[in-house]
């Protein structure tokens, strides 16, 4: 049964800083982050959220909301001492943070968050997962500016990788996935992206490093030959989403951290 937690309108609130403890290895809970303050709002600062001042349990708050089907949101504490959100689903579900009554200042804004995938579906062939997407009115489009594909015809026994992609609007339902891009289960990546409506361009950074592979703009993308344009965003959803039956593996844990949308980059 979907559920759905509908809270007031975004408020952005000051978070207490803490003292940064060592950073974590790579890979870990940890993630070399430390519990400093993440969330300190700025001008340029739209929406923050780093779980560290959530209760532990079910993950609640007022500044975003919960969307789910045959899926859950935990703040739990991390192998760093500092706390994330556990995505879990099971089988073709979705489970998402949603941040909704955004806007962002000439529609454009840029996004950061810090992810850990702990296994990416090896089938069925082709099947495709959504992390971050963002709606608004227009044409329809949906825009997944972090999504990716399981590709059975890369490598030797299939591979999944990253890629942007859209769905509902004019340009159809796309993933321009890239072999340059693999998507690596059980390490923590701080992904970054700019959602740029002077070109209706999309474009991504893996750990701090450009990836000019997946961008996709009006004209250059992976959908029907028309052209690719942005909604008036309003809501931004970050989570996890699979569309095909029968996945294996059955259920998808994900965890995240330090999320944050801004008219600036944030940096990693």
Known sequence: MASRIVRSALV????????????????HEGHGRGRHDTCRPTAALLFCENFDDLPRGGAASLDWGVDTEHGTLTVERGRGGDQVLRVHTEGNSHAFLEVDGFSAPGN?????????????????????????????????????????????????????????????????????????APAEAGEWTCVEWRQDAADNEVRVWFDGAPQPDLTVSTDRHGGEQVDFVFPEFDTVRIGWQLYQQDPDPAAYDIRYDDIALSTERLGC
Request: negative net charge.
């Open 12 to 27: 952005l609130a000051a978070v207490t800083a803490v003292t940064a403890t060592a950073a974590a290895p790579a890979g």
């Open 108 to 180: 454009s804004f840029w996004g950061r968050l810090r992810v850990r995938v702990d296994a990416f579906p090896t089938a069925p062939d082709w099947a495709h997962f959504t992390l971050v997407e963002a709606t608004g009115r227009g044409d329809g489009s949906v825009v997944r500016p972090l999504g990716g594909q399981w590709v059975p015809t890369v490598g030797e026994d299939g591979a999944a990788l990253w890629g942007v992609g859209s769905d509902g609007g004019p340009t159809g339902d796309w993933t321009d996935w890239r072999e340059s």
